[in-house]
């Protein structure tokens, strides 16, 4: 199993157990619906012969939640337009000196470095203009479990269906670990 973690938070965001899809410069993650709950135990005692209904002070507490935000333990958050351009200018750098980073463990050249962050840089304006900042009011944004303000916000969607849920995660934001 591989487990994605914010590169600058360490929070864990997502891993491969969830149906994941490279898209450019993007992961899209798709989750599901899950119902999470009070688990029932049977201890053996007989509630009648104790005296008390089984049902008495008894509350589902049954929530809703979608699998990779329980899963993960990310934490809802909010954005207006302006705000989010805002954080996303601060995020793509700490984005580009990770890739410069991975580029100098793999020994790239100065050119072949620049190369992939001019077009990681351009794919991410074309994304963000084209896909997040166009639907803008179609998503949700989650954090890390940390909250940390400098770490990578995923983006929830939904599918043309209504009811799937996805996240979108920037790629260069994450590093694997092999559990």
Same mark, same amino acid.
């Given at each position: 199993?591989?487990?994605?973690?914010?590169?600058?938070?360490?929070?864990?965001?997502?891993? /491969?157990?969830?149906?994941?899809?490279?898209?450019?410069?993007?992961?899209?993650?798709?989750?599901?619906?899950?119902?999470?709950?009070?688990?029932?135990?049977? &201890?053996?005692?007989?509630? @009648?012969?104790?005296? =008390? *209904?089984?049902?008495?002070?008894?509350?589902?507490?049954?929530?809703?939640?979608? *699998?990779?935000?329980?899963?993960?333990?990310?934490?809802? #958050?909010?954005? /207006?337009?302006?705000?989010?351009?805002?954080?996303?200018?601060?995020?793509?750098? @700490?984005?580009?000196?990770?890739?410069?980073?991975?580029?100098?463990?793999?020994?790239?050249?100065?050119?072949? &470095?620049?190369?992939?962050?001019? &077009?990681?840089?351009? @794919?991410?304006? &074309?994304?963000?203009? *084209?896909?997040?900042? =166009?639907?803008?009011?179609?998503?949700?944004?989650? $954090?890390?479990?940390?909250?940390?303000? *400098?770490?990578?916000?995923?983006?929830?969607?939904?599918?043309? /269906?209504? $009811? $799937?849920?996805?996240? #979108?995660?920037?790629?260069?934001?994450?590093?694997?670990?092999?559990?």
């Amino acid at each position: 199993m591989i487990i994605y973690k914010d590169i600058i938070s360490g929070d864990e965001l997502c891993s /491969d157990v969830f149906d994941m899809e490279l898209k450019g410069i993007v992961y899209e993650v798709n989750g599901k619906l899950i119902t999470v709950g009070p688990t029932s135990v049977d &201890t053996g005692a007989n509630a @009648s012969a104790e005296g =008390a *209904d089984a049902d008495e002070g008894a509350e589902d507490g049954a929530i809703q939640a979608i *699998d990779i935000v329980y899963s993960n333990r990310l934490q809802s #958050t909010s954005f /207006d337009k302006k705000s989010y351009l805002t954080y996303m200018k601060g995020y793509l750098k @700490s984005v580009v000196a990770n890739i410069k980073e991975k580029a100098a463990k793999n020994n790239l050249s100065e050119e072949e &470095t620049e190369k992939l962050v001019k &077009t990681f840089q351009a @794919s991410a304006q &074309t994304f963000i203009k *084209d896909v997040i900042l =166009a639907n803008f009011k179609d998503y949700e944004f989650y $954090t890390g479990e940390s909250m940390n303000i *400098d770490g990578m916000v995923a983006l929830l969607n939904y599918r043309e /269906d209504g $009811t $799937t849920p996805y996240f #979108t995660f920037f790629k260069d934001g994450l590093s694997e670990m092999k559990v």
